[in-house]
C-alpha cells in the first residue's frame, strides 16, 4: 500500500522552526511563526481565559457529547462577535469548529455539495494553507491580484480578474488583517466587492482570523458586516485561535448567510452532515472557555482590555521597526510596514536575501519574506533593520 507514496514536500514554516531552534547564535531572531509573542517570546494565556477555565473546572459535571453544532450558546455568540448584534439572525446559522482551519473545510465541501462546479477565486497572495483547503475539497481554484510591493493594494486589477468569474463562482476574502501582507481593503472597496459580488451572482467567502488584532473589534469586522447587509448569500470562517490566544485547543465557527431563513436551515442541515463525516462532534474545551468570556460582562471586558493592549503593541512595534528601517536605509522603502495592519507583512526581500539573511545574520523570515510582528525585540529594533539592510543590494 504505502510504497506508492512519495514523501510529502516539507512545511516552509515548520521547517525554518527546526532551523532556528538548531541555530547557536545568541543573538538570533525569530520572526517566522505565526503565533502572538509578548515582550518576553511568551505566547500567554489570556487572564480572561483563565479565569474561565477555572470556573470552567469547578462547575462541568459531564464531557458527554454536546451536538453536531457543538456549543450552540458559543455559536450565537460568535454571530454577535463577527457580524454584530444587529444582524439579520433570521438568514444566519453558525456551526463550532476546530479552529479556523476546520471552519474553511467545512464550508469549502458545502461549496462543493452546493456547486460543484464553483471556482474559488482567491487573492494573490493568500495565506499558504488556503489553497490546499480548497484543493482537498475538490474545488476548483483562480486566483486575482490583491498585491504588489511596489503598488499596495492593486484593486482595480482585482475587479478586472474578478469581472471574469461566472455566477455561482465564491470570491475568497481577508476579513482583515491579511495574511501575508498586511494590507487591508477599505470600507469603500469592501462597498465596490459587494456590489460586484451581487452583480454577477457571486458568493463572498471570508475568512476572519484577525478580530481585534488591527484597528479594534468592531472596525476590523466592519468590511464583512458591511457585505452581510447586502449580499444574500455569504460564508463566513472565523477563528478564535488569536484574538482568545487558544492556538492549540481549536475553536473557531463556520458562518453562513442564506437568501431566506428555510435556505438557511437547508444548507445549515448539509454543514452539520459534513461536519459529521469530517470530526463528527466539535471539541468543547476551548469554546466553552470562549462562551463564557463573552456571556460575562466583567470577563468580557478584561478580555477586550487585554485584546486592546495587545493591538497597540504591534502598532508601536510596526512604527518602531520602520523608523529604524528608514535610519538604517536613509529611505522611505519600507514606511509601508507602519500603515498596515495584524500579525504579518512583507519586507520584500529575494529569496536570496532572505537566505543571507537567515545564514549571516541569524534573522529567520518566511521565504516570501513575510515577518511576524509581534516577535519584533522592541529593544533592538535598530539592530534588527542593520541586519536587514545589510543584505540588501
Known amino acids: 500500500m504505502f510504497e506508492t507514496l512519495k514523501p510529502a514536500a516539507p512545511d516552509g ?8 531552534r538548531d541555530d547557536p547564535r545568541a543573538g538570533k531572531i525569530d520572526l517566522g511563526v505565526g503565533v502572538y509573542r509578548d515582550e518576553t517570546g511568551a505566547t500567554p494565556v489570556m487572564r480572561a481565559v483563565r479565569e474561565a477555565e477555572r470556573r470552567l473546572h469547578e462547575t462541568q459535571a459531564s464531557k458527554t457529547y454536546l451536538g453536531l453544532a457543538g456549543d450552540t450558546a458559543f455559536n450565537a455568540l460568535m454571530i454577535g462577535l463577527v457580524l454584530g448584534e444587529d444582524a439579520d439572525r433570521t438568514r444566519l446559522r453558525a456551526a463550532q469548529t476546530p ?6 473545510r467545512q464550508l469549502a465541501d458545502l461549496v462543493r455539495l452546493a ?3 464553483a471556482t474559488v477565486w482567491t487573492p494573490d497572495p493568500t495565506w499558504p494553507n488556503h489553497l490546499p483547503i480548497l484543493r482537498a475539497a475538490g474545488l476548483k481554484i483562480a486566483s486575482f491580484p490583491y498585491y504588489d510591493p511596489a503598488e499596495g493594494i492593486t484593486f482595480d ?17 481577508h476579513g482583515c488583517c491579511h495574511n501575508p501582507t498586511g494590507a487591508d ?3 469603500d472597496q469592501w462597498a465596490a466587492i459587494a456590489d460586484l459580488t451581487v452583480k454577477r451572482g457571486l458568493v463572498p467567502f471570508v475568512d476572519i482570523a484577525y478580530q481585534g488584532f488591527g484597528q479594534g473589534l468592531d472596525e476590523d469586522a466592519a468590511g464583512v458586516r458591511l457585505l452581510a447587509a447586502r449580499v444574500p448569500e455569504m460564508l463566513v470562517a472565523a477563528s478564535c485561535s488569536k484574538n482568545f490566544s487558544v492556538y492549540r485547543d481549536r475553536v473557531g465557527a463556520a458562518i453562513l448567510l442564506g437568501r ?3 435556505e438557511a436551515d437547508a444548507a445549515y442541515s448539509q454543514l452539520l452532515g459534513v461536519g459529521r463525516g469530517i470530526w463528527s462532534m ?4 476551548a469554546a466553552a472557555c470562549v462562551r463564557i468570556v463573552l456571556e460575562d460582562e466583567a470577563l468580557r471586558a478584561d478580555w477586550q482590555a487585554e ?6 503593541r504591534m502598532l508601536a512595534l510596526r512604527q518602531g521597526f520602520a523608523e529604524a528601517l528608514r535610519r538604517a536605509s536613509n529611505s522611505d522603502r519600507f514606511d509601508f510596514i507602519a500603515g498596515q495592519r495584524g500579525m504579518f507583512s512583507r519586507l520584500g526581500l529575494t529569496p536570496d536575501e532572505v537566505t543571507r539573511l537567515r545564514d549571516e545574520h541569524g534573522v529567520y523570515i518566511v521565504g516570501d519574506s513575510r515577518f511576524n510582528v509581534a516577535g519584533l525585540p522592541g529593544d533592538r529594533l535598530d539592530d534588527l533593520a542593520a541586519r536587514i539592510v545589510a543584505v540588501l543590494p
Do not use: E, F, K, Q
Open 99 to 104: 479552529g479556523g482551519t476546520g471552519a474553511l
Open 260 to 262: 431566506n431563513a428555510a
Open 185 to 187: 481593503l477599505s470600507l
Open 307 to 312: 485584546l486592546d493592549a495587545v493591538r497597540t
Open 115 to 117: 456547486r460543484p462546479d
Open 282 to 285: 466539535p471539541p468543547d474545551h
Open 157 to 173: 486589477a482585482a475587479v478586472a480578474a474578478l469581472n471574469n468569474a461566472v455566477s455561482g463562482d465564491v470570491v475568497l476574502l
Open 13 to 20: 514554516i515548520l521547517a525554518l522552526m527546526s532551523l532556528y
